[in-house]
């Protein structure tokens, strides 16, 4: 699992862990690192003797471990040339390290000719607000040619903590990271502009508290939460779930909704609705009802909510679903028509799986607020509702009340942005529910089984929400192998 922490953590570990090694031992480390992954980097163009280096260079540490790498890459042939943002602050023993390393310090970025990498460290995680024009113009000139761009800790510019990106940004291709991740480098739009990430070792796990702020699934920590029956299972000790979906407008959202349910690792599916035709000609295994779900038998959990459309049968499936005393999953139609006291009140879990949009009108902000504050918005959605929150997106993630750490799925790709994908989570997520998954893990391995999918079907081409319901079942192969 990826664990990331806030600054203000990593600065503490840092401080602790400096306290028990030689002065200057942890930049040494870093620059180590930084200076192998740049040597990695000009390898795959060629070779590292001969190439030719731009280190831009901020103040303090983050400048300090640019210019020591820089100096490992001089030794090694490189031709390493340095801009700093602000000399009057640069650290001084790196400076000198570079230079008697045969490194050079330009004034200027005219007349700077070929490059082969651009090495950005100009302020780090300690940047708060974006750069500073004088430093925005600088990154403009020297990154407008092809040359690849390597961020020291994380992108100058972008915000550590949060994700955003509140002004101007160096935008990377790749990041190498020291000791631990940071949110930032996780949560969009700030993880768009970090590019391949490479986490260096520098020895702060110890110091570092057991609970991150973030983290993020891998594969192994997904196949430990799947769902797998035993030699005593039946349908019904594997669960049952509930879907509230679709209408004579939408049917197809019931359609999809059910698809992603019977693949999610439930026995069964039980529909309830008006879409209950449509369901069952597509999906004969599964048991319909008209309606109203509390009338289509025992679940162990509901997904309620997409393709409702309004009138007063959409909001009575609602609240009949919000009475339920099993885990509920809300999504779509169903987030407008539900109550919020009512939420509040239930004693089972509730997971909402609202987009930017729908997380928006939660909030009463614009979209635009939820977008750039992506981590604020769905700790504060957690909060207020009561619930387990998964807020879809570039990013999708996951937040329970209290102080567990936030989820970010790393899995996933621009072409789920597709009609009808959302309902197909719905239901995968539900069904995990169902499974007996707890509401933090349901949505999490939901999110990334999903992602999964629909990065297997899609291959870099356009994906349809039904490719990716019949993509599970391979995506779950794979993690379980």
């Avoid at 799947?226 to 669960?239: C, N």
Wanted: hydrophobic share 45%; with cysteine; aromatic share 4%.
């Amino acid at each position: 699992m990826r664990h990331a922490y806030s600054v203000e953590t990593v600065r503490n570990a840092e401080k602790a862990l400096m306290a028990r090694l030689p002065e200057g031992a942890l930049m040494q480390r870093a620059a180590a690192g930084l200076a192998v992954a740049c040597g990695d980097l000009l390898r795959r163009n060629g070779r590292v003797y001969g190439s030719r280096v731009l280190l831009l260079v901020g103040s303090g540490d983050n400048g300090g471990d640019t210019l020591y790498a820089g100096a490992r890459l001089a030794r090694r042939g490189a031709g390493v040339r340095a801009l700093l943002t602000t000399p009057d602050k640069v650290h001084r023993p790196a400076l000198a390290a570079l230079l008697a390393s045969g490194g050079q310090v330009l004034d200027t970025p005219d007349g700077l000719g070929p490059v082969d990498l651009v090495v950005d460290g100009i302020t780090g995680i300690g940047g708060r607000g974006g750069l500073r024009p004088e430093a925005a113009e600088l990154v403009r000139a020297v990154t407008a040619g092809h040359a690849p761009v390597l961020a020291v800790d994380l992108p100058s510019g972008v915000e550590a903590d949060t994700g955003q990106v509140l002004g101007a940004a160096v935008r990377a291709d790749a990041t190498v990271t020291f000791g631990t991740y940071k949110p930032g480098l996780l949560i969009d739009p700030a993880a768009e502009r970090a590019g391949a990430l490479r986490l260096v070792d520098i020895g702060l796990a110890a110091e570092l508290p057991p609970r991150p702020d973030l983290e993020a699934l891998q594969y192994a920590d997904v196949a430990a939460l799947l769902p797998e029956p035993d030699a005593e299972s039946d349908k019904y000790r594997r669960g049952v779930v509930g879907v509230a979906a679709g209408s004579e407008r939408y049917p197809g959202a019931a359609v999809l909704a059910v698809a992603g349910a019977l693949r999610g690792g439930a026995g069964a599916v039980r529909y309830a609705g008006p879409g209950a035709d449509a369901v069952i000609a597509r999906f004969p295994e599964t048991l319909v009802h008209p309606g109203p779900p509390s009338k289509a038998g025992r679940v162990q959990a509901w997904v309620v909510g997409p393709g409702l459309g309004d009138g007063t049968q959409a909001a009575g499936a609602v609240s009949d679903v919000l009475a339920a005393d099993v885990p509920v999953l809300v999504d779509a139609d169903g987030l407008r028509l539900m109550d919020m006291a009512a939420v509040r009140a239930r004693t089972s879990a509730t997971v909402l799986t609202p987009h930017a949009g729908e997380a928006a009108a939660l909030l009463g902000v614009e979209r635009e607020e939820v977008e750039a504050g992506r981590l604020a918005a769905v700790r504060e959605l957690a909060e207020r509702y009561r619930a387990t929150v998964l807020l879809k997106g570039s990013t999708t993630l996951v937040a329970e009340r209290g102080d567990a750490p936030v989820r970010v799925n790393p899995t996933g790709t621009p072409w789920l942005a597709t009609a009808g994908s959302g309902d197909v989570l719905s239901g995968l997520t539900g069904s995990l529910l169902a499974a007996g998954l707890a509401p933090r893990d349901a949505a999490s391995v939901g999110a990334y089984l999903h992602g999964l999918a629909a990065r297997r079907t899609s291959d870099g081409a356009p994906v349809t929400a039904q490719d990716v319901a019949d993509s599970v079942p391979a995506a779950w192969r794979d993690v379980r192998a």
